[in-house]
């Protein structure tokens, strides 16, 4: 692993842009008391490479979170973004695909002396096939290739465990399934950082905690964080042996280290996010004031980070924002999103003065840009996918099942959460014919299910490779003993606890129902007396058996109540579940249609 603070940037790809296409002002007063008036003409030089230096060297700041291994271009829904236009109309524009990403990246590279390049987390895992079938080296590759310079990790770069974590940034071959071709894995040339994982027997990071860029005097620090709730949402052997402190207090304690070391000039990279007001990726959260249309983890985070961090670089929720969140001091502060999936980047420009070695906060401009399809295809990435593609081309292409249209992911209920809670039940009965009801996580769908063909097998066909990009974890499906009141405190931690800010709606599988009220709070949400099974009301001393993923049977994803279960069972894996219930419940000539969606009555 390379020393935290000693990388220096690759030189011949540094490069800076001469025209900035959208910018967004950060604000009026600076951390160093730079007042935008006080910035002399030709402040923020971009080439610096005469014998005299302005005093402010504009650097570019290039950032994506949240790839999960996309390489090929995402499809349906997850590959889309929407666009807001001034007359208050929206279009939906097809994005994303490393090919495009990298060539928008290099393009925006150009004429840019002074470029970073960093990410902020879930760089790996939850990934399609031609990733996730390979423990996500053809992502470790690509992004070296696409020349990311430093990122966080997220809560999904633990989901094979730090062990497996520490390969993909040092390499070697899998320790069971070996080297997938003739060469051995080589591992990240850029740092991975985990200021706040701390290995629990000997209290330090498992990586980096920071690292530091430089170029001709030019210094700028970063910190990289992943949520401290990281072990509520993977799974307990991911974390093993793992503690996850809190962010706002750690990035604090390193800019201090940073501070001393004389980089005064830092970056957070968080992998914790925000909810805006609009899913439109160009969006003003700044409006009317700043910050002011944007919520979630993300501002409380914002608001107590130290003054001396100059911008923040944020994920996890997969939505797009460029804000300004004022900082402990009250000053306006960069924090930006780029949605998921390399379907957009953040183009930051961070004006740096040689003469305190800080950023002058009232020049930051960001905004974020579309990965759009319609620029040329990176010759090198064209050449990775079609390398992993062929390696994987004999188990992903195998059809297991057959459509009548999209099966969407997106909704409070879902028509694939439906399906995949169907499947659920289905493989449960296998198990024990007695199993009641299916509960899915969303968190845990990835992909919808598309009718258009992703490849040759044709239209309406689902190949092994797009049912594992749905669910890429491997969880097992496990039944368990509930009683009829726990049944009904499942679907209270829905929204309560610590989903209340930020509800996770389980679905559920055919014959359950019940009235989810949002014009009430918290637990109060779920209407208890209108919960159904098969038509009857729930029993609140009887016993229910119920199956549901291994995550969520062991009380993730803030179900505390399912991790009370008993008499457990363990089945199949639940790609396996649904490749069953698709194969067995479909054929060409008869297709399955969307479900309904139709089983959680809303109220608004």
Partial sequence: MPPANAHSPHDPRRRRRTTRLLAVA??????????????????????????????????????????????????????????????????????????????????????????????????????????????????????????????????????EGATELARLQNGGCHPTDGCYTDKEFKGADFPYLAANVL???????????????????????????????????????????????DEVETINKYAKVLQRQGVKSIVALVHEGGYPASSSYNYDCDSPGA????????????????????????????????????????????????????????????????????????????????????????????ALIGKWNALAAPIGNRAVGWISGDIGNTGTESPLGDLIADAQLAHGRELDPETDLALMNPGGIRAPLTYAASGSEGDGVVTYAEGFTVQPFANTVNLQDLTGAQLVQVLKEQVSGTNEAAPKILQVSDGLTYTLDLTKTGADRVVTDSIRLNGAAIDPAATYRVASNSFLAGGGDGFTTLGQGTNDVVGADDLTALEQYLTAGSSASAPLAPPAADRITIVR
Wanted: hydrophobic share 35%.
């Fill in 26 to 159: 950060v604000g009026a007063l600076t951390v160093g008391s730079l007042t935008a008036a006080a910035l002399p003409a030709g402040a923020g030089e971009k080439g610096g490479h005469g014998h005299q230096r302005s005093r402010y060297q504009d650097v570019q700041l290039l950032s994506f979170n949240d790839l999960h291994g996309n390489l090929e271009p995402p499809a349906g829904s997850s590959g889309r973004v929407t666009e807001t236009r001034e007359d208050g109309s929206t279009e939906t524009i097809d994005a994303g695909g490393v090919e495009y990403l990298a060539t928008h990246l290099r393009q925006a590279r150009k004429g840019n002396a002074y470029s970073i390049t960093a990410a902020g987390g879930d760089m790996v895992g939850a990934s399609p096939l031609i990733s996730g079938l390979f423990h996500d080296e053809p992502t470790i590759e690509a992004l070296n290739k696409l020349d990311l310079d430093v990122t966080s990790v997220g809560n999904h770069e633990f989901d």
């Fill in 199 to 245: 290995d629990e027997k000997t209290g330090k990071p498992v990586l980096a905690p920071y690292w530091v860029w430089k170029k001709n005097g030019v210094k700028v620090g970063f910190i990289g964080v992943t949520l401290e709730g990281t072990p509520g949402i993977v799974s307990a052997e991911g974390v093993k042996g793992l503690a996850f402190k």
């Fill in 291 to 382: 910050g002011d249309g944007i919520s979630g983890p993300i501002v409380d985070i914002a608001k107590n980070v130290t003054p001396q961090v100059d911008a923040l670089v944020t994920g996890h929720t997969h939505n797009a924002y460029v804000c300004t969140i004022d900082d402990p001091a009250g000053n306006p502060r960069m924090v930006t999103s780029a949605s998921s999936f390399g379907r957009l980047y953040t183009d930051t420009t961070l004006t740096y003065d040689r003469r305190t070695g800080d950023i002058a906060r009232t020049a930051v401009e960001s905004a974020n840009h579309v990965v759009t399809r319609d620029v040329a295809k990176a010759p090198d990435m064209t």
